[in-house]
């Protein structure tokens, strides 16, 4: 019977998000395609803005999403014009901020690129929704690193100090408190409900980004190259991309149905029992796949947090927001996914049937 309940508590609403207008950035990038997917299969309307894909091949074009959207703007989030505009001609019931500079190692190649797109354009975002008439949630997606990392073994709650040691993760730390600013004294006023979250490591079919460990040990593995680690002792919480978007679901339906009890920060991690080292990750990884191997570089990195851990006991509790996949099952999907890209499979359908097993494990009986 607990079993049923927790089952049935853990529902993503379908109904609750057919018809709903939801604007979308950053729906060109892995994390935000998954998620325009998922939400264009439950019935809403999407309205997508970002930059064209980041990488070649790339999600947005492989599983052909310009064709499922009611609409995809290409633009960039530190024009607040263009932003703007995008948002007031689609008037959505709903928002979702995930366009950013993602990656830890770019930021320290690029910092003032980092800090433009990941603080301004999340002004420009909240002022948009500022400037728009019937917005009523808001859910602003940033990161894990988003904490003053203290290397210790604890995981990390949503009031610990924000940092971050590298641009990436202080650029998140500044849009989670550029998102709290504006919360009080714009939003929350105003009657909208502004939410942020924050993931863990996400995996899963589709992502080519550059510097990320499975896009990496993919690429060599279809190379036929060794793969060449730079941190195998790095631990991280690493979960399926599906398991912080169906957080992300629940808290926006939280905001749109309950309000402000919702608009606060949250954390969506994998069980702690899923944060594990890059080195366990790899040789999992190695034992799947026949021919695959691995090697450590030992030459000086930019610097990057060793352990990094998320309690998620908040989302547990309010949201009833649970994981579903373990690790082991969320590499198996990542695999089974790059295989079929491999053999020319049609990925919306594959990325559909993912999507449906896993709402197959949270719904009731």
């Not at 019935?43 to 074009?61: D, I, M, R």
């Not at 998140?172 to 979250?197: D, I, M, N």
């Not at 589709?206 to 990496?216: C, E, Q, T, V």
């Not at 002792?233 to 905001?255: F, N, S």
Request: net charge negative.
């Amino acid at each position: 019977m607990e079993d049923m309940v927790s089952a049935q508590i853990m529902t993503v609403n379908r109904n609750f998000w057919s018809g709903k207008r939801v604007f979308l950035t950053g729906h060109t990038g892995f994390k935000g395609g998954w998620l325009a997917l998922w939400l264009v299969d439950m019935g809403a309307e999407v309205y997508g803005y970002a930059l064209n894909p980041p990488t070649e091949p790339n999600f947005f074009t492989v599983c052909n999403l310009q064709a499922q959207l009611a609409a995809s703007t290409i633009a960039d989030i530190r024009d607040a014009t263009s932003l703007r505009q995008a948002m007031q001609t689609t008037r959505p019931d709903m928002v979702f901020h995930l366009a950013a500079q993602p990656l830890v190692r770019y930021s320290y190649a690029a910092p003032v690129e980092t800090y433009s797109v990941n603080v301004m354009g999340t002004i420009n975002l909240l002022e948009a929704v500022r400037q728009t008439p019937g917005i009523k949630a808001v859910v602003n997606i940033t990161t894990d690193k988003c904490y003053e990392n203290r290397e210790w073994i604890w995981p990390y709650r949503e009031n610990e100090a924000m940092g971050g040691f590298d641009p990436y993760s202080s650029s998140k730390a500044c849009s989670e408190l550029v998102s709290a600013a504006w919360r009080r004294s714009f939003l929350e006023p105003a009657g909208v409900h502004l939410a942020t979250a924050r993931a863990g490591n996400v995996i899963g079919g589709g992502d080519w980004a550059a510097d990320r460990l499975i896009p990496d040990f993919l690429h060599a593995l279809d190379a036929h190259r060794t793969l060449t680690l730079r941190s195998p002792k790095a631990i991280r919480p690493w979960q399926h991309v599906l398991e912080p978007l169906a957080g992300y679901l629940k808290l926006a339906e939280a905001l749109h149905e309950e309000g402000e009890t919702f608009a606060e920060a949250w954390n969506f991690g994998p069980e702690d029992g899923d944060s594990r080292s890059v080195q366990w990750i790899v040789a999992y990884l190695c034992s799947q796949v026949p021919g695959a191997s691995w090697h450590c570089d030992a030459s000086p990195q930019p610097h990057e947090a060793n352990t990094l851990k998320l309690d998620s006991s908040k989302a547990k509790n309010r949201l009833n927001w649970q994981p579903q996949w373990n690790l082991e099952m969320a590499l198996q999907m990542t695999l089974e996914w790059h295989q079929a890209w491999k053999r020319g499979a049609e990925l919306a359908a594959v990325t559909l049937e993912q999507i449906r097993d896993y709402n197959a494990s949270i719904q009731p009986a």
